[in-house]
């Protein structure tokens, strides 16, 4: 389903999930890990270049204090004939060759190193990469009903801290794993048969360190996790902040957000105090340990050594080994480490790849086929997953939108009609009913063929940090110049831009903010239009326009909607007050419905609300509301 491969669990659809789960992940999860692990070892090549340069670096290594207790022998024989001119040359040459062994062994030794760090980190950067791209993917097709539900900073944070976490798996759990093994496995051999006794007192720091380094590096790993959450909250406050800076110098709340911010940052602050003291107090007690097992070895192996039961060579090596040893074994602490993290990130992360999007295409569904370019809502019922079965967002909803003809959906906020657009484009599907074009339910036809044809104008536009030409071709971005400009000019927008220093190429700033709200949501008017759907939904898209542009507007897309069916969902009458066919809503069911005319003619609803539009504005709000409430 996704790059990163899957369980074998039963997926979860995406709105039956609570987007903001904690995931509980066990400190070892074995699935996590090998589904990691199989990640990895997809990239055969650079695997086994990097398990076999791993497996050089230790075998070289182990040779290195080998080397330099037999120099050890060699020097101090050296010394002991020195009035012997042929034992000398003799200890001499052997002395040189075991010098040469000894580089060769410690550049072989590096250039595996190299070879295993390139490959590891290799495949781990390539694994991230797999990660991010499968996760951005999956963000891109789940449902708006988990969206709706779930914070961009915490997304923001999975996709990068999780997939960090992931990624080190390769170079900071794999093949530490090969290292340490051939290491502290080949040292003990070599080291006990050598001599028993120092072998072991060699060897008693590595428990030791080993159990005492894996124990603070859970509890690093818990404040991690505990500081990881901190961080997230940061990411949402900052996120927040910065997309309300506006707001927030409107009301002068800049005392009230810093405080805001201060508060958790003082908590992350303190976590990582913590975490700090942990680590040097672990690193205290591990240092301590070492060197008194290096002491008892020196005290007890040159006693040995002076009662000749071994050679100053050999207590070299000892000591030696334990100095090679000393890091790998503190590196149990961080491999035990990478598999709590791995497994507590890769549980994160997967737990949002394997989510099955709850508005996707059906196995076998087919492109939609126009002939007629009729939309009809037959009877269709809906609710909000996240809400209870008994609270209704839209009830027994009819009626039909075809080419050439305007339908109008007007009504109090919370009636409904967003919903209605938003099911239009298949965002949501319906709870009962359905929507069909030219007789092809929507839910059997793909989402690409269906969005094509069903272009909506957002309540709220969202533009991009791009420029105003981007921005309006971002639905076709091989569409000519010709095309976006009488885009443009329909939607009233291209002598303001014309006007601009670089016209078409201007930037916008993020968000737009760099442009008026009527310039949004006409640069938005514009992108919908430029693609040619015939179903054109505009949801209160002209909302932040004056009403001599908006009836522009309306007189340059005359042309344009001919063979096209028009939606427009509106507060202001005016809007909409040219329709074929006007739905009042009310508490998500249609309450009226005619053209202006025979609306106006009935005197409900819709003639309370345009008598009330058309009053003066001396008319005081308390008055209008009591007169709409009648």
């Known amino acids: 389903m996704t790059t990163a491969g899957n369980t074998a669990r039963r997926p979860r659809i995406d709105s039956e999930a609570d987007p903001n789960y904690r995931v509980e992940v066990q400190n070892l999860d074995t699935r996590v890990l090998a589904r990691i692990t199989k990640m990895a070892f997809r990239y055969r090549a650079r695997m086994a270049l990097a398990i076999v340069a791993t497996i050089g670096a230790a075998i070289f290594q182990l040779f290195v204090p080998q080397f330099l207790g037999r120099a050890v022998d060699q020097a101090h024989g050296l010394l002991s004939t020195a009035t012997d001119a042929a034992g000398r040359a003799s200890a001499k040459e052997a ?22 760090n390139y490959q590891g980190e290799a495949v781990g950067q390539t694994i991230g990469y797999d990660l991010r791209m499968a996760y951005y993917r999956k963000l891109q097709t789940l449902s708006f009903a988990w969206h709706d539900r779930v914070h961009t900073g915490d997304l923001m944070t999975r996709g990068i801290l999780d997939i960090e976490g992931v990624r080190l798996w390769t170079d900071t759990g794999i093949l530490r794993m090969v290292l340490l093994t051939i290491l502290i496995g080949g040292g003990a051999v070599i080291l006990l048969q050598i001599d028993w006794v120092l072998g072991l007192l060699a060897l008693s720091f590595v428990p030791v360190v080993g159990v005492s380094a894996s ?64 680590f040097v107090r672990n690193t205290t007690g591990m240092t301590y340990v070492y060197f008194m097992a290096m002491g008892l070895v020196l005290w007890i192996g040159g006693e040995k050594a002076l009662d000749g039961e071994i050679t100053i060579g050999q207590l070299t090596e000892f000591l030696a080994f334990m100095t090679i040893l000393q890091m790998p074994v503190r590196q149990i602490g961080w491999m035990i480490n990478s598999i709590a993290r791995a497994s507590t990130c890769g549980g994160r992360l997967f737990n949002v790849l394997d989510l099955e999007p709850s508005i996707a295409d059906k196995p076998g569904a087919r492109d939609l086929v126009l002939s007629d370019g009729v939309m009809r809502f037959e009877n269709v019922d809906f609710s909000y997953p996240a809400w209870t079965q008994d609270e209704r967002t839209l009830s027994g909803i009819s009626f039909e939108a075809r080419p050439g003809k305007t339908v109008g959906i007007v009504g109090p906020p919370g009636s409904g009609k967003t919903t209605i657009a938003q099911l239009m484009g298949r965002y949501y599907d319906v709870t009962d009913g359905a929507i ?195």
């Open 436 to 630: 069909t074009i030219d007789g092809q339910d929507i839910r059997d036809i793909t989402l690409t063929s269906l969005r094509e044809a069903v272009g909506i104008v957002q309540q709220e536009p969202h533009l991009f940090t791009a420029s105003v030409d981007h921005n309006v071709a971002y639905g076709d971005p091989w569409a000519g110049r010709s095309s976006i400009e009488r885009s443009a000019a329909a939607a009233q927008l291209h002598n303001y831009v014309r006007s601009l220093p670089t016209g078409y190429g201007t930037m916008v700033g993020e968000r737009g903010v760099s442009l008026s709200g009527g310039q949004r949501q006409r640069l938005s008017i514009a992108r919908a239009l430029l693609l040619e759907s015939p179903f054109l939904v505009f949801d209160d898209s002209t909302a932040a326009v004056d009403a001599a542009t908006e009836q522009r507007i309306r007189m340059a897309l005359k042309e344009m909607v001919e063979t096209r069916a028009v939606v427009i969902i509106a507060h202001r009458l005016s809007s909409l007050m040219h329709a074929d066919e006007i739905l009042f809503l009310e508490s998500g069911r249609i309450v009226e419905r005619g053209s202006h005319e025979t609306l106006m003619a009935q005197g409900g609803r819709y003639r309370k609300l345009f008598d009330l539009q058309s009053q003066p504005t001396d008319v005081s709000p308390l008055r209008a509301a009591r007169q709409v409430e009648d």
């Open 95 to 116: 002395l040189f060759v075991t010098a040469m062994l000894l580089i060769g062994a410690s550049v072989m030794r590096g250039l595996c190193t190299m070879m295993q």
């Open 215 to 278: 124990i603070a590096r859970l509890k690093l790993r818990d404040s991690w996790l505990a500081l990881q959450d901190e961080l997230s909250t940061l990411t949402k406050v900052m996120e927040e902040n910065l997309n309300g800076i506006r707001v927030v110098r409107a009301f002068a709340a800049h005392a009230f957000e810093m405080k805001r911010y201060d508060r958790i940052s003082d908590k992350a602050l303190a976590i990582s105090h913590h975490r700090i003291a942990l």
